[in-house]
């Protein structure tokens, strides 16, 4: 479990303001209209501070202010053909720092500069502040690998695109995030099932080939699940106070939601009247472990703003698998393996409103991406020069190559 970090994080502000204005600059420029639903759910966290009395240590403003930057830049809230460039921009160098931090990660620990988690469990963390944040960015790198796959053109790319997935896998395993490992598999799954679905041939070869490599890099992975095996025996061993279970987190949110289930206690904030809460809190700083996004979200804003969430992110979803089922556009493949993933990884990880988490900017630079999957088919490997072809642009080359 991850305690996120505090508001006052400088690095994240600056960067947080800078892609706002990048996207209000280029919305001004090239059109910019607005997505009712995303300003529905901004404004349920408005709401629901309003309508509770939070401590001041908690900083509710501030949390938000930051935040409602980071949805301004990254959430389909303001859209337009030059705002939608930016945020695509903006999301695949998110994408790609993640799959530098994975490598690193990677090449840390054979060549010795990866550091470990000091305390019980030894955990790998690479060149992260903690084995969570590790995990989360690997699992990013780990799907966008499996779709960058099928970009490669001959048997050398084939190689390093594989290579680079294997090690993100390896690097999930020293992690010892089974979470992340889970939801990237995951992940990765779903871009290969929509890109070979239309292939029965393709299919077969795929699940055979996949099925070959498990049973012979099984006992070569083994040796990078002791710490992943060990920390499973070690969680079952432990004393199972409230201090030490993810279980009772679960449950002080179950109490907040029966307390207040309409708007929550209120956006980034907890009940600290709750017993046994100040363990998953710290009043110096206002930081709270939640344990998950979703309860978290429900026990903060309320049902009020998770069926709001639900409404905004739901149709986002959909509307991705359907061009990535039906059109079979890259676009829409990759950003739908990618979602499904961290929707998965956040029903274990609280950061959902968490401006100051990487975990938090990449889930709504994602939503932001999936949310174009109507007007763009394709995706740059590093940056847009050109205008990006359409669905239906897609569709008819595909048939015409055919």
């Given at each position: 479990?991850?305690?996120?970090?505090?508001?006052?994080?400088?690095?994240?502000?600056?960067?947080?303001?800078?892609?706002?204005?990048?996207?209000?600059?280029?919305?001004?420029?090239?059109?910019?209209?607005?997505?009712?639903?995303?300003?529905?759910?901004?404004?349920?966290?408005?709401?629901?501070?309003?309508?509770?009395?939070?401590?001041?240590?908690?900083?509710?403003?501030?949390?938000?202010?930051?935040?409602?930057?980071?949805?301004?830049?990254?959430?389909?809230?303001?859209?337009?053909?030059?705002?939608?460039?930016?945020?695509?921009?903006?999301?695949?160098?998110t994408i790609w720092a993640c799959v530098v931090?994975?490598?690193?990660?990677?090449?840390?620990?054979?060549?010795?500069?990866?550091?470990?988690?000091?305390?019980?469990?030894?955990?790998?963390?690479?060149?992260?502040?903690?084995?969570?944040?590790?995990?989360?960015?690997?699992?990013?790198?780990?799907?966008?690998?499996?779709?960058?796959?099928?970009?490669?053109?001959?048997?050398?790319?084939?190689?390093?695109?594989?290579?680079?997935?294997?090690?993100?896998?390896?690097?999930?395993?020293?992690?010892?995030?089974?979470?992340?490992?889970?939801?990237?598999?995951?992940?990765?799954?779903?871009?290969?099932?929509?890109?070979?679905?239309?292939?029965?041939?393709?299919?077969?070869?795929?699940?055979?080939?996949?099925?070959?490599?498990?049973?012979?890099?099984?006992?070569?992975?083994?040796?990078?699940?002791?710490?992943?095996?060990?920390?499973?025996?070690?969680?079952?061993?432990?004393?199972?106070?409230?201090?030490?279970?993810?279980?009772?987190?679960?449950?002080?949110?179950?109490?907040?939601?029966?307390?207040?289930?309409?708007?929550?206690?209120?956006?980034?904030?907890?009940?600290?009247?709750?017993?046994?809460?100040?363990?998953?809190?710290?009043?110096?700083?206002?930081?709270?472990?939640?344990?998950?996004?979703?309860?978290?979200?429900?026990?903060?804003?309320?049902?009020?703003?998770?069926?709001?969430?639900?409404?905004?992110?739901?149709?986002?979803?959909?509307?991705?698998?359907?061009?990535?089922?039906?059109?079979?556009?890259?676009?829409?493949?990759?950003?739908?393996?990618?979602?499904?993933?961290?929707?998965?990884?956040?029903?274990?990880?609280?950061?959902?409103?968490?401006?100051?988490?990487?975990?938090?900017?990449?889930?709504?630079?994602?939503?932001?991406?999936?949310?174009?999957?109507?007007?763009?088919?394709?995706?740059?490997?590093?940056?847009?020069?050109?205008?990006?072809?359409?669905?239906?642009?897609?569709?008819?080359?595909?048939?015409n190559k055919q």
């Amino acid at each position: 479990m991850q305690v996120l970090y505090p508001v006052p994080v400088p690095t994240n502000q600056i960067f947080m303001v800078l892609g706002a204005m990048i996207v209000l600059m280029q919305g001004q420029k090239g059109g910019m209209s607005f997505h009712l639903l995303s300003l529905l759910f901004l404004s349920t966290l408005v709401i629901s501070i309003l309508s509770n009395n939070i401590p001041a240590f908690f900083k509710p403003w501030s949390r938000f202010m930051q935040f409602a930057f980071l949805y301004i830049a990254a959430s389909p809230m303001i859209s337009g053909e030059s705002a939608n460039r930016a945020r695509r921009q903006m999301t695949m160098g998110t994408i790609w720092a993640c799959v530098v931090i994975a490598m690193l990660s990677f090449l840390g620990y054979f060549l010795g500069f990866g550091l470990y988690m000091s305390g019980f469990i030894q955990s790998y963390m690479g060149v992260t502040g903690h084995a969570n944040f590790l995990g989360f960015y690997t699992m990013v790198a780990m799907v966008w690998f499996a779709a960058l796959f099928f970009r490669g053109t001959d048997t050398k790319e084939y190689a390093m695109i594989a290579a680079g997935w294997v090690a993100c896998l390896i690097t999930l395993l020293l992690s010892a995030s089974r979470g992340a490992t889970a939801a990237g598999l995951l992940g990765s799954l779903i871009v290969i099932y929509m890109r070979l679905k239309e292939s029965a041939t393709h299919m077969m070869t795929a699940a055979v080939v996949g099925v070959g490599l498990i049973i012979f890099a099984s006992p070569y992975l083994a040796t990078y699940m002791e710490t992943m095996t060990q920390k499973g025996i070690d969680k079952e061993n432990m004393d199972s106070s409230v201090a030490a279970t993810r279980g009772y987190i679960w449950e002080l949110r179950n109490m907040e939601i029966e307390k207040s289930p309409w708007v929550g206690v209120g956006a980034y904030s907890c009940d600290i009247t709750l017993p046994s809460a100040d363990v998953f809190y710290d009043a110096k700083n206002g930081t709270i472990e939640l344990g998950s996004s979703y309860l978290g979200l429900m026990s903060q804003e309320g049902y009020l703003g998770f069926i709001c969430f639900l409404i905004l992110a739901v149709p986002i979803t959909w509307k991705t698998y359907r061009y990535a089922s039906k059109q079979g556009t890259p676009y829409a493949q990759l950003w739908l393996g990618l979602l499904v993933a961290i929707a998965c990884h956040m029903a274990f990880e609280g950061y959902l409103l968490q401006a100051g988490a990487v975990q938090s900017v990449v889930w709504w630079f994602v939503l932001g991406a999936a949310y174009q999957c109507d007007k763009v088919a394709d995706y740059p490997v590093f940056w847009e020069n050109n205008d990006p072809i359409t669905p239906e642009q897609f569709v008819e080359w595909k048939e015409n190559k055919q």
